[in-house]
């Protein structure tokens, strides 16, 4: 199985640009606390780079 990474949102999105919230909702994410996994590729290290500052990630190996 390809590894995983788990992503929790930190961050409140209110004075966020819509490009950047666009992006936490794509991670799954709804709101301050939520977790999601999502697989760990490129596209993903991307969007998670572009909101780094709203969101913390660790790896996730599990089902």
């Keep these: 199985m390809a590894e995983m ?3 929790t949102q930190r961050r409140s999105l ?3 640009k819509p ?3 666009a ?3 794509a991670l799954g994410l709804r ?3 939520t977790t999601n996994t999502v697989p760990d590729n490129d596209a993903t ?3 998670i780079r572009a909101v780094s500052h709203l969101v913390e990630f ?3 190996e599990g089902q």
Excluded: A
């Design 19 to 21: 490009k950047l919230r």
């Design 58 to 60: 660790e790896p996730f």
């Design 14 to 16: 209110i004075s966020v």
């Design 5 to 7: 990474l788990k992503v």
């Design 23 to 25: 992006t936490v909702r």
């Design 45 to 47: 290290r991307g969007m």
């Design 31 to 33: 709101g301050i606390n």
